[in-house]
């Protein structure tokens, strides 16, 4: 397994965030995290990412204890990439100096071949043109596909997407789904989502977080279509009612 969470525990004053969760992902799977607001998924991305420590329990990334107090943090966010609701683009760079400074102020690659790469991931992702563009120049989805390269081009061992559509209007949610989608099997990815519909199409497995826990977890047809969990299915059942699956 790349990514196995075990027993992991974390509170926030009295809030108990994740309690006892468990979950293991393979290489080049992709896992989508779904459940209600405050049941876990964001807290347990962050975790991953060592940006919130846990109170208890074991996080370990191709084998290695990375929750161990001697773990340099910074050496594991090397490997592992990180996109959230927001863009977090710099405004005063060009999309490319976006893209290419953690290549190369923190990597020490060489400035032509991190611009390189870069320029190929941006017209993979139909952003080519937008190379030096500022981000106020472009729609939100093409912002967040430019932060979903950012995370990319450092070739991480996995990608963790942390509801990377919420911010978007409604119209722009579907260029960035495709482009996630087109990524599969690339990268190993977890992402948290409430896009149903997109979690079908694209996970490899639906886990169902409640209440710090994965409750349910299975392909997704299973979990989505057929799920075994009341709360699991009292849960789809309010999504459906919302025309969201």
């Not at 060592?50 to 161990?68: C, F, K, N, P, R």
């Not at 490997?79 to 977090?88: D, E, R, T, W």
């Amino acid at each position: 397994m790349l990514l196995t969470c075990t027993d992991v525990r974390k509170t926030f004053g009295a809030s108990v965030v994740l309690d006892g969760l468990d979950l293991s992902v393979d290489e080049h799977e992709v896992v989508a995290l779904i459940g209600a607001s405050g049941s876990g998924k964001s807290t347990l991305l962050r975790c991953v990412n060592l940006l919130t420590g846990i109170d208890d329990g074991t996080i370990t990334l191709d084998g290695e204890d990375i929750t161990d107090p001697k773990i340099n943090p910074d050496d594991v966010r090397q490997k592992i990439g990180l996109v959230f609701q927001s863009y977090n683009l710099f405004p005063h760079m060009t999309v490319l100096d976006n893209i290419t400074l953690a290549p190369t102020r923190v990597h020490g690659r060489p400035v032509d071949e991190a611009k390189s790469q870069a320029l190929e991931w941006l017209a993979r992702v139909g952003l080519a043109d937008k190379a030096s563009s500022y981000p106020d120049r472009l729609s939100g989805g093409q912002q967040q596909r430019a932060a979903i390269v950012r995370a990319l081009v450092n070739s991480p061992r996995l990608l963790l997407l942390d509801e990377v559509t919420s911010a978007l209007d409604p119209e722009l949610v579907g260029e960035v789904l495709t482009m996630i989608r087109d990524l599969k099997g690339d990268t190993t990815m977890v992402l948290a989502t409430h896009e149903m519909g997109f979690a079908r199409q694209v996970a490899d497995r639906v886990a169902f977080l409640d209440k710090g826990r994965v409750l349910e977890q299975g392909p997704p047809e299973q979990v989505l279509g057929d799920p075994v969990e009341p709360r699991t299915r009292q849960f789809l059942a309010r999504i459906i009612e919302a025309g969201r699956l």
